[in-house]
């Protein structure tokens, strides 16, 4: 890759394991992706909000083309059993060597409220079926009570992606039990996938024919997600069914299908929400919870965007301070990252970058506020946090290579996510528990990064309200801004520079589980159990085992501080 050439060796190295990982990543994504929608993470114009807010409905009066649809809806037949059901299939994946997996399809009614005591007779009950994988413990006796992985996102997958960190994730925690995989009802291998190729094809169409990402109005994007509801109603999907309740229930639907008395649920990012709504609604299935880069259910992640951003450069700044090599080769860090976002807002600068799947090259218009947008993404990454600080002062000295690197992870994000199902959760859960207001007073607290936290909102947050509506997501639920308490036994993992999920959420979480443990991991960013898996995962092997009792943590204050790299 071209785009490597005249960086350092540790650069070149950080960067391909940071290619690696981010598929890794991908299936932990907390609440919003961080300036979740590409144009506004890349250069943004100031959109027109009247193309939409004026009445999101108008654009239903707009002709749609008829398109294909991606999957084949499951007939009701005569002799189809009573919901749920489980089916073995062969797996649709490539099976890693040496795993023992077993594979199949958990069908379930895509409305719950028409109730699971019905047949699938019945022409009302619209059928779903979730990819379901297991992976068998080698162990002679493996216990009865086996991990169930839930993937973040939310609209992220696990099935595809479980070979590439099998050996690094899943293997270990195999040594004892089975390892329950499944992809959440309209993500993944999932069918009806609830992806909007709408969308990600005007992406990919505007990448590929040079335009620079910030001539692209916004009301282009939110019209092509419209095309995408249209499509999907069409085909009988209904958007409100895509709750972190409904997850929940499917959860319990697996485990009795599967045949088991109690599980152990292991979530990370997205998916320590839906852990925590299971341990609300279903607490007699669960043993024990890992809560890997916890989220809250009680807050509302929008009005946290600002907050998250503030605290993640507050702690790259105060790291690269304390490390006396990076404090000498890059002194006050954090006057020339505000400096670098004067001269961008003052005078942005076109860049050439690079998706990092797979090698295409686009061209984008970079002010201070896609700046920050991609210096908070790289902190997704343990081995980008290492790069930041040269990254700041490179694009300072007018030098862009490193900088052309970091832009392809937006790109790498949003493709690792069903993003129908990303809209419907994240507009139930984030956006209708709160108000314009209390977003903006949120913001207000935090002026340097107003404008980074207004891009998640293609910089209108009443826009936004208003696409939510016409999306046709599930209305607000009180229950949603209920905190979890519980007593059920669980771990809870943190990383010391998450912006996704920082700390305090993993705190604030712990505060109300009378019987959990709370860790921050050094140095550590999104995802711990797979980032630091060396220390991570013994702990979780050892929770597992004996949920009453606080694992050794002894590993934790041998982890390295960041090797800021120059």
């Given at each position: 890759?071209?785009?490597?050439?005249?960086?350092?060796?540790?650069?070149?190295?950080?960067?391909?394991?940071?290619v690696?990982?981010?598929?890794?990543?991908?299936?932990?994504?907390?609440?919003?992706?961080?300036?979740?929608?590409?144009?506004?993470?890349?250069?943004?114009?100031?959109?027109?909000?009247?193309?939409?807010?004026?009445?999101?409905?108008?654009?239903?009066?707009?002709?749609?083309?008829?398109?294909?649809?991606?999957?084949?809806?499951?007939?009701?037949l005569?002799?189809?059993?009573?919901?749920p059901?489980?089916?073995?299939?062969?797996?649709?994946?490539?099976?890693?060597?040496g795993?023992?997996?077993?594979?199949?399809?958990?069908?379930?009614?895509?409305?719950?409220?028409?109730?699971?005591?019905?047949?699938?007779l019945?022409?009302?009950?619209?059928?779903?079926?979730?990819?379901?994988?297991?992976?068998?413990?080698?162990?002679?006796?493996?216990?009865?009570?086996?991990?169930?992985?839930?993937?973040?996102?939310?609209?992220?997958?696990?099935?595809s992606?479980?070979?590439?960190?099998?050996?690094?994730?899943?293997?270990?925690?195999?040594?004892?039990?089975?390892?329950?995989?499944?992809?959440?009802?309209g993500?993944?291998?999932?069918?009806?996938?609830?992806?909007?190729?709408?969308?990600?094809?005007?992406?990919?169409?505007?990448?590929?024919?040079?335009?620079?990402?910030?001539?692209?109005?916004?009301?282009?994007?939110?019209?092509a997600?419209?095309?995408?509801?249209?499509?999907?109603?069409?085909?009988?999907?209904?958007?409100?069914?895509?709750?972190?309740?409904?997850?929940?229930?499917?959860?319990?639907?697996?485990?009795t299908?599967?045949?088991?008395?109690q599980?152990?649920?292991?979530?990370?990012?997205?998916?320590?929400?839906?852990?925590?709504t299971?341990?609300?609604?279903?607490?007699?299935?669960?043993?024990?919870?890992?809560?890997?880069?916890?989220?809250?259910?009680?807050?509302?992640?929008?009005?946290?965007?600002?907050?998250?951003?503030?605290?993640?450069?507050?702690?790259?700044?105060?790291?690269?301070?304390?490390?006396?090599?990076?404090?000498?080769?890059?002194?006050?860090?954090?006057?020339a990252?505000?400096?670098?976002?004067?001269?961008?807002?003052?005078?942005?600068?076109?860049?050439?970058?690079?998706?990092?799947?797979?090698?295409?090259?686009?061209?984008?218009?970079v002010?201070?506020?896609?700046?920050?947008?991609l210096?908070?993404f790289?902190?997704?990454?343990?081995?980008?946090?290492?790069?930041?600080?040269?990254?700041?002062?490179?694009?300072?000295?007018?030098?862009?290579?490193?900088?052309?690197?970091?832009?392809?992870?937006?790109?790498?994000?949003?493709?690792?996510i069903?993003?129908g199902v990303?809209?419907?959760i994240?507009?139930?859960?984030?956006?209708f528990t709160?108000?314009?207001?209390?977003i903006?007073?949120?913001?207000?607290?935090?002026?340097?990064?107003?404008?980074?936290?207004?891009?998640a909102f293609?910089?209108?947050?009443?826009?936004?309200?208003?696409?939510?509506?016409?999306w046709?997501?599930?209305?607000?639920?009180?229950?949603?801004?209920?905190?979890?308490?519980?007593?059920?036994?669980?771990?809870?993992?943190?990383?010391?520079?998450?912006?996704?999920?920082?700390?305090?959420?993993?705190?604030?979480?712990?505060?109300?589980?009378?019987?959990?443990?709370?860790?921050?991991?050094?140095?550590?960013?999104?995802?711990?159990?797979?980032?630091?898996?060396?220390?991570?995962?013994?702990?979780?092997?050892?929770?597992?085992?004996?949920?009453?009792?606080?694992?050794?943590?002894?590993?934790?204050?041998?982890?390295?501080?960041?090797?800021?790299?120059r």
């Amino acid at each position: 890759m071209r785009f490597l050439d005249g960086l350092t060796g540790k650069q070149r190295s950080a960067l391909v394991i940071f290619v690696v990982m981010m598929g890794i990543v991908l299936i932990g994504l907390g609440g919003v992706m961080a300036s979740q929608d590409l144009p506004g993470a890349l250069g943004s114009a100031t959109p027109s909000p009247s193309a939409v807010s004026s009445s999101p409905q108008d654009a239903l009066a707009t002709p749609r083309p008829m398109l294909a649809p991606t999957w084949t809806p499951i007939p009701t037949l005569p002799a189809a059993p009573l919901l749920p059901y489980f089916q073995s299939a062969t797996c649709p994946f490539e099976v890693p060597p040496g795993a023992d997996v077993d594979c199949g399809y958990l069908t379930i009614a895509e409305d719950r409220a028409v109730g699971l005591a019905q047949s699938a007779l019945q022409a009302s009950t619209r059928l779903i079926r979730l990819a379901v994988a297991i992976y068998r413990s080698p162990a002679d006796q493996p216990y009865a009570d086996p991990l169930v992985y839930l993937h973040g996102g939310p609209g992220g997958a696990a099935l595809s992606r479980s070979p590439s960190y099998y050996e690094t994730f899943i293997l270990p925690l195999l040594e004892d039990r089975d390892v329950i995989m499944f992809d959440q009802r309209g993500s993944g291998l999932s069918k009806p996938s609830l992806d909007c190729p709408e969308y990600s094809d005007m992406i990919q169409r505007e990448l590929r024919e040079g335009y620079v990402i910030g001539d692209v109005p916004d009301d282009r994007y939110i019209n092509a997600l419209l095309v995408c509801r249209d499509r999907l109603r069409r085909l009988g999907v209904n958007p409100a069914a895509y709750t972190s309740a409904a997850n929940a229930a499917d959860v319990v639907d697996l485990v009795t299908m599967l045949g088991y008395d109690q599980v152990n649920l292991y979530g990370v990012s997205y998916g320590t929400r839906l852990a925590l709504t299971v341990m609300r609604d279903y607490p007699e299935i669960v043993r024990s919870v890992v809560l890997d880069s916890a989220l809250p259910v009680e807050i509302s992640l929008y009005a946290e965007q600002a907050y998250k951003a503030d605290y993640a450069f507050g702690k790259l700044f105060a790291g690269c301070a304390s490390d006396p090599a990076c404090r000498r080769a890059y002194p006050n860090l954090e006057a020339a990252y505000y400096n670098v976002v004067d001269r961008l807002n003052a005078t942005p600068i076109e860049v050439w970058g690079v998706t990092l799947r797979d090698g295409r090259t686009f061209n984008a218009t970079v002010r201070g506020v896609d700046f920050t947008s991609l210096l908070f993404f790289s902190l997704y990454s343990s081995e980008l946090i290492e790069l930041a600080p040269a990254m700041i002062y490179a694009v300072r000295a007018g030098e862009t290579r490193l900088l052309t690197a970091f832009m392809g992870s937006p790109l790498s994000m949003e493709a690792g996510i069903s993003t129908g199902v990303f809209i419907s959760i994240n507009c139930h859960e984030e956006i209708f528990t709160t108000t314009p207001a209390e977003i903006e007073a949120a913001h207000a607290a935090y002026p340097e990064m107003q404008d980074f936290a207004r891009a998640a909102f293609f910089q209108d947050i009443e826009t936004h309200f208003e696409f939510c509506q016409a999306w046709g997501a599930a209305p607000f639920n009180p229950l949603e801004l209920e905190p979890v308490i519980s007593g059920l036994p669980a771990l809870i993992l943190a990383g010391e520079y998450d912006p996704a999920t920082p700390p305090d959420f993993g705190r604030q979480v712990a505060a109300n589980l009378s019987h959990s443990y709370f860790y921050e991991f050094p140095g550590q960013a999104h995802g711990v159990g797979m980032s630091n898996a060396g220390c991570a995962l013994p702990m979780v092997r050892a929770f597992l085992d004996e949920p009453s009792q606080a694992p050794d943590s002894a590993c934790i204050p041998e982890i390295p501080a960041p090797s800021f790299i120059r």
